[in-house]
């Protein structure tokens, strides 16, 4: 089992920035990748960054590109999801997830096998 533990959501205006964390416990080894997703009211979740077990492959969602920012610390066991330029349009609990198999799909949510709780963001205009 691998337990996934987001922080540091909050309240933020528009043009602001903050920077999520995911940190891994349990049986951490085996992991080819994590991914954040995020899902508003009434909207269904969506992918927003993903990022390899080496850090060396990254990907985003169209929206998010040149805004946010996806890296990793092995060393941590965390992953870091750095947002800039907010927008009210990004408010949404934000989840982060433990892919365990090889996909080409990393966006597909049920691509991943191991989900955290979910952190609150909300940019305010």
């Known amino acids: 089992q691998v337990q996934l533990v987001e922080s540091g959501g909050g309240l933020v205006q528009a043009g602001g920035s903050l920077r999520l964390s995911c940190t891994a416990s349990?049986?951490?080894?085996?992991?080819?990748?994590t991914g954040w997703f995020r899902q508003a009211p009434g909207k269904e979740r969506e992918f927003v960054a993903g990022?390899?077990?080496?850090?060396?492959?990254?990907y985003y969602a169209n929206s998010m590109k040149g805004r946010f920012t996806i890296s990793r610390d092995n060393a941590k066991n965390t992953v870091y999801l750095q947002m800039n330029s907010l927008k009210p349009d990004d408010t949404a609990v934000y989840y982060c997830?433990?892919?365990?198999?090889?996909?080409?799909?990393?966006?597909?949510?049920?691509?991943?096998?191991?989900w955290g709780q979910g952190t609150q963001v909300t940019v305010s205009s």
């Open positions: 997830a433990d892919r365990r198999r090889f996909s080409i799909r990393v966006g597909a949510a049920e691509e991943y096998d191991y």
């Open positions: 349990g049986h951490t080894f085996g992991s080819l990748g």
């Open positions: 990022i390899s077990w080496t850090g060396g492959s990254t």
